[in-house]
T-cell receptor, first 112, second 108 residues
Framework: IAGITQAPTSQILAAGRRMTLRCTQD?????MYWYRQDLGLGLRLIHY???????GKGEVPDGYSVSRANTDDFPLTLASAVPSQTSVYFC???????????FGQGTRLTVV | GQNIDQPTEMTATEGAIVQINCTYQ??????LFWYQQHAGEAPTFLSY????GLEEKGRFSSFLSRSKGYSYLLLKELQMKDSASYLC?????????FGKGTRLHILP
C-alpha cells in the first residue's frame, strides 16, 4: 500500500540519549517535512527537504538534524534529547515543494 | 515572518452550518490548505486554494481572498464525525506552515 511510514510509533527516551526517527515514503514525492505537534502550539515545522540532497530549516530547527540521501527516506535525529523535545512528531511528503502534503501516522516521543 | 490565525475552539449543532475563519500574513504565497485532524490521528487533506474564490467539495467548501489574507472553511449538514480539529496551512514558497488549529465540537 502506497504511503508514508514512520518508526517507531512511540518511544520513551532518557535525556541525553541520541535518537533517530525514521520516515519512508513510496510515492516518489520530491518534498518531505518534519513537524512536531504540541498542545496549544499546533504543528510546527522542524526541517524540510525539497528534493533529495537538499534540506532546509523550518520554524523550530534547534536540537534536530535531518538528511535526505535519497527520495524515499528522511530521518530526523535528536543528537542529545532534552525533556522539551517530548512531543508527537509527524513526517509528511508532497509531490512538489509546498504542495498537498500526506502525513505519516506520527511518533509519540517522551524524553525523561 | 509568518503568522496564521484561527479561532482556538468552536461549537456547533448537528445538522447546522459552521464557518471557520483563517487570516494569514506570510512572505510569499503558493496556496492555502485546510486539513482535518481527529484526536490521536494524523492530519488529512481537505482542500487547497491558490486563486481567489470558493472551492466546493461535497459538504465542505473553502474560500480564499489573497488581497485580504483571508480564508474560511464552510462545513454544511454537520455530523458528529465532524468533531475534530481543523488546521489552516499556508505555503509561503517551498514549505507549509500551519496555524494552531480550531477544535470543533458538535452537539447533538
Amino acid at each position: 500500500i502506497a504511503g508514508i511510514t514512520q518508526a517507531p510509533t512511540s518511544q520513551i527516551l532518557a535525556a541525553g540519549r541520541r535518537m533517530t526517527l525514521r520516515c519512508t515514503q513510496d510515492m516518489r514525492h520530491n518534498a518531505m517535512y518534519w513537524y512536531r505537534q504540541d498542545l496549544g502550539l499546533g504543528l510546527r515545522l522542524i526541517h524540510y527537504s525539497n528534493t533529495a540532497g537538499t534540506t532546509g530549516k523550518g520554524e523550530v530547527p534547534d536540537g534536530y538534524s535531518v538528511s535526505r540521501a535519497n527520495t524515499d527516506d528522511f530521518p530526523l535525529t535528536l543528537a542529545s534529547a532534552v525533556p522539551s523535545q517530548t512531543s508527537v512528531y509527524f513526517c509528511a511528503s508532497s509531490d512538489r515543494p509546498g504542495g498537498e502534503a500526506f502525513f505519516g501516522q506520527g511518533t509519540r516521543l517522551t524524553v525523561v | 515572518g509568518q503568522n496564521i490565525d484561527q479561532p482556538t475552539e468552536m461549537t456547533a449543532t448537528e445538522g447546522a452550518i459552521v464557518q471557520i475563519n483563517c487570516t494569514y500574513q506570510t512572505s510569499g504565497f503558493n496556496g492555502l490548505f485546510w486539513y482535518q485532524q481527529h484526536a490521536g490521528e494524523a492530519p488529512t487533506f481537505l482542500s487547497y486554494n491558490v486563486l481567489d474564490g470558493l472551492e466546493e467539495k461535497g459538504r465542505f467548501s473553502s474560500f480564499l481572498s489573497r488581497s485580504k489574507g483571508y480564508s474560511y472553511l464552510l462545513l454544511k449538514e454537520l455530523q458528529m464525525k465532524d468533531s475534530a480539529s481543523y488546521l489552516c496551512a499556508v505555503a509561503p514558497e517551498d514549505k507549509i506552515i500551519f496555524g494552531k488549529g480550531t477544535r470543533l465540537h458538535i452537539l447533538p
